[in-house]
């Protein structure tokens, strides 16, 4: 392509992009969205909010800037080991509660005050 032509097409895409930029700036929409972004940038401005800032704010995402204060649970109470020996057979028996099939038992033939006597 010579120089001559390559220029003509260059100016003819050049003409039908300055009249499609013409025909956009003759767009409501465009106004609109031009006219929402640039009091968008000064209510930014205003409270010192990034764009980022505000879409995590939107989406619901807590800041970085932020600290919640998340509740934290108890630790529970770690239990201790019991032993019971029981003075009629000398059996001993180690549980950390009183769910034991054995304790149940002992509890069950000599009463439960009884058998909590027996710890050791």
Known sequence: MSKLAEFR???RQLA???AELEALKDDKGLQREIEFETKLHE???EYTFSAQ??????DGQPSKQTSVAVPVK??????RVKTYTNPHNGQVVQ???GNH?????WKA????ATVESWVS
């Open 9 to 11: 097409h260059i100016e």
């Open 16 to 18: 039908a992009q300055l």
């Open 43 to 45: 209510l930014l401005a």
């Open 53 to 58: 800032e505000t879409i995590r704010l939107l």
């Open 74 to 79: 108890a630790a529970s109470r770690v239990r």
């Open 95 to 97: 549980t950390k509660g």
């Open 101 to 105: 099939n054995v304790l149940k038992e």
């Open 109 to 112: 033939e000599y009463g439960a």
